[in-house]
């Protein structure tokens, strides 16, 4: 017997239907031109979903801290300068990996639960001039906080500083244009707003980063997640062998991709914003309190802290128990007090809503 | 339309049906008591497969490289020495993800095609004693070659440095004893002789090995593959998040390993090697000349060098659009001249080897 779950908490959300068919498919190896034509196609759509032309657009093999990883090692060399804009879990994160890879991190924080000040972080910019790379995650899911990362790619593309942007659990939920807003690299993941299964980080870089990659002096200290391989090995002709990709995990993004291009990235946005404003409406009715304030406060993951008569351990058991519904519990001073809430891909949908809600009511009763 | 393969390369390989049906299930959360209990029946069946009694035994979230990549960050400081048996591509792989995390790299070399004279390893660790490490590939999957790695551990347990093997294309294929041949470490991949799909890769790490690990002085410089984190997310109570792991992934090795366990580790290992020797009896009467010589040769990968009126990349192109058959070209000095056929998991059978050489005598007739 297999438990059916209703995923609602941060991540991974229930995939497409379609992205859950396509696993079934038989498995190709690396170097069989249909699996070629499948990888090249996903490129195409994840350009798609960035809103980008970057050749370099592929999905590392990983989960997204993978793709966090692969960036950070792909992009800084020991000594440099980045900095982070740390409000969440997230980025500490980036920190903790960066200050790994042998990089000096300035860190702009706000509080959890608030958002950055992007003039905060060009001011450190400023203070730092020769920071090779600004990293911002647009959405903290650790907090449902939205950061707005807009207004950082105009001023730092006339510097010779690179911006990262974690979309993480942004891409395919909120807007975001790697393009328009001149982000330099970013990176994703399979089970969130995109709707497949975990397993794979969609990144993409652009000019200025692959610039700055195949101009380090020092080695990328990751085999494994050197983009600079990655690109010879997904996008290179004939491919150059550097693992043993799975066709099935990229099956199931090609799929989960197609359906939310087929119903269309901004008609996406829409429905993840509809459908978290509709549980952000009702969650105060039922004594939850909302933790983001409004304006930074992100449809596809909304944090709630819990009425009085509902706890947080024995309320997510019985909510997992008794409806199937899985949701998140708080991180940092949340834990224990707070629920996170996602509505991402597939699962972002008004019947996701009423169900969690009505099973909500049934738990406050008791 | 899907093209339906079997899977006669060096990996990935057809996986079991089991394998296969399971990837199906519905998606559930890393912190599901139901995905939970599923991980930890995998480290069980994992430890029976790798003949270990190790606690720290579980599913990185990457392919074998990301395997390989795991236990040489988490097992090596910069500057440190490590001995690698280079005798095909794999060694080669391990000087250069050792090298590039900042360790010493002392090669101990044979011949491509030829096996590591244990004796030559030996003989490199009384020369350089304070190494940290031995690395070895146990069945290189660019030759078709076994290395004997037995002899090495008694040895190297009387000292200080540790025996890392790589058993990506072993592993369920012929035999390896964790415990009984005093490994200090070793690694594999869900999709060749496990029969799964490719996107994880086992790790198993002795006592020895997690003491150098949890005594290092510098940090790790890979969060996504560091295997102290790894431990504290899939085997401490409650588990300390660290990424997103694939339930879809894990449904499937734990399904291979089922249908393996259910044969018998020593009786999967008596099928590779029957399955092994009837297609390398029969490949010289067709022309091929096998270039692994008699007693170092692998049953589940064979390379041979192709006869005459065989051309290697129309056959291998015919090979699989006339008949869906996918094997291997052969690498380095053997590109364009050999084969590296596997028969491994579920296409280690008598039915493989008879339709590979029905379908390799049309192409000879052509």
Redesign the interface.
């Known amino acids: 017997m297999?438990?059916?779950?209703l995923?609602l908490?941060p991540?991974?959300s229930?995939?497409y239907p379609e992205a859950?068919?396509a696993?079934?498919?038989?498995?190709?190896?690396?170097l069989?031109?249909?699996y070629l034509a499948l990888i090249h196609e996903t490129g195409d759509r994840l350009r798609q979903v960035f809103r980008t032309e970057n050749p370099l657009t592929l999905p590392v093999?990983?989960?997204?801290?993978?793709g966090m990883?692969a960036c950070l090692?792909s992009l800084l060399e020991p000594g440099e300068t980045v900095i982070v804009g740390v409000n969440g879990y997230f980025g500490e994160?980036l920190c903790?990996?960066a200050?790994?890879?042998?990089a000096r991190v300035v860190r702009v924080e706000a509080p959890w639960g608030t958002a950055l000040d992007p003039a905060d972080v060009l001011a450190a910019h400023r203070a730092h001039p020769q920071a090779a790379l600004v990293a911002v995650v647009a959405a903290e899911t650790s907090t449902g906080v939205r950061n707005d990362v807009a207004p950082l790619g105009p001023e730092l593309a006339q510097t010779d500083t690179l911006l990262l942007v974690d979309a993480v659990t942004a891409l395919g939920g909120t807007p975001l244009e790697v393009d328009a807003w001149q982000i330099d690299a970013c990176y994703s993941?399979s089970?969130k707003c995109l709707g497949a299964?975990?397993?794979l980080a969609p990144v993409t870089l652009g000019p200025r980063a692959v610039a700055k990659m195949r101009n380090r002096t020092t080695?990328?200290?990751?085999?494994?997640?050197d983009l600079g391989l990655l690109h010879d090995y997904f996008l290179a002709s004939p491919p150059r062998y550097?693992?043993?990709?799975?066709?099935?995990?990229a099956y199931?993004l090609h799929a989960g991709l197609g359906r939310l291009l087929e119903e269309g990235v901004e008609s996406v946005w829409d429905r993840h914003a509809r459908v978290g404003a509709l549980l952000q409406s009702e969650l105060p009715e039922l004594g939850f309190s909302l933790v983001a304030p409004d304006g930074s406060r992100l449809p596809q993951l909304t944090t709630a802290v819990l009425p009085d008569g509902l706890e947080d351990g024995p309320a997510r058991t019985r909510l997992?128990a008794e409806y199937g519904i899985?949701v998140g519990g708080g991180l940092g001073d949340l834990a224990g007090r707070a629920w996170r809430i996602g509505l991402m891909g597939h699962a972002a949908t008004e019947r996701s809503v009423v169900t969690l809600l009505g099973a909500t009511r049934e738990l406050l009763k008791a």
């Open positions: 297999h438990g059916d779950r995923l908490g991540g991974p229930t995939p859950v068919e696993l079934a498919r038989p498995v190709l190896g690396h069989d031109p249909e093999s990983g989960t997204g801290s993978a990883e090692a994160r903790e990996v200050h790994r890879g042998g993941a089970q299964p975990p397993g080695p990328i200290h990751s085999f494994y997640l550097h693992h043993t990709a799975s066709s099935t995990l199931a997992l899985e």
